[in-house]
C-alpha cells in the first residue's frame, strides 16, 4: 500500500495526543504497512510533540515492529522445541537457498520476507511454516519449491 499523509493523519486521529499511545499508533501503521514507513514516524513525532530519537528507540526495540519495507508475503518458519527436533534448520537453510535471503531479510523483487519464529502453536503438525494467513505443516525440503512458485505465479498474474 502506499504511503500517504492522509492515510497516516486517518490512523493518528485515532488516539488522544498523549504519549502512552505511541506503541499502539505503531502497531496501526506497521499493520497497515507491514512496517512503519519514515512519513509515519515523522508525523507521530509531530502529533505526539515527542522526540523522532524517542520514538525510534522504542521501535527498534519491539521486534514486531520494522521500520523497514517488508515483503509482500512473510513467510514464518518455525523453530520452536517441537519444529527444531523437526528439522527446522534445513528447512530454514532450503529457504535461504531458494529466496536467496537470510532471515529477517527482503528479496530483491519484494516478494518475501523470511522471519524465523519461536512457536506457531501448530506442534502436532511440526515442522511447520506460515507464508502471511496459510499455514503449511509437515514441512519437508521438497515441499518448499512448489509453496515459493505458487505465490510467485500470483504475483506475475499468471
Ligand atoms: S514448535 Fe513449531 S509450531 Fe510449535
Avoid: W
Avoid at 514516524?41 to 515527542?50: D, F, H, I, Q, R
Avoid at 520494522?66 to 517441537?82: E, F, M, N
Amino acid at each position: 500500500m502506499p504511503v500517504s499523509k492522509e492515510d497516516i493523519d486517518g490512523i493518528l486521529k485515532h488516539y488522544p495526543r498523549e504519549q502512552r499511545y505511541s506503541l499502539a499508533i505503531m502497531q496501526d501503521l506497521q499493520r497497515r504497512y507491514n512496517y512503519i514507513p519514515r512519513e509515519g514516524m515523522e508525523a507521530l513525532s509531530e502529533y505526539l510533540g515527542c522526540p523522532l530519537s524517542n520514538l525510534y528507540s522504542m521501535a527498534t526495540f519491539y521486534k514486531a515492529l520494522s521500520l523497514k519495507p517488508k515483503g509482500r508475503h512473510i513467510i514464518k518458519l518455525c523453530d520452536g522445541t517441537a519444529c527444531h527436533i523437526r528439522g527446522a534448520v534445513p528447512l530454514l537453510d532450503g529457504l535461504r537457498r531458494l529466496l536467496e535471503i537470510g532471515e529477517g531479510e527482503t528479496t530483491e523483487d519484494g516478494l518475501f520476507s523470511l522471519e524465523l519464529v519461536n512457536c506457531l502453536g501448530s506442534c502436532a503438525l511440526a515442522p511447520a511454516m506460515v507464508v502471511d494467513e496459510a499455514y503449511y505443516g509437515n514441512m519437508t525440503l521438497e515441499k518448499l519449491p512448489g509453496i515459493l512458485e505458487q505465490y510467485r505465479k500470483e504475483a506475475s498474474g499468471s
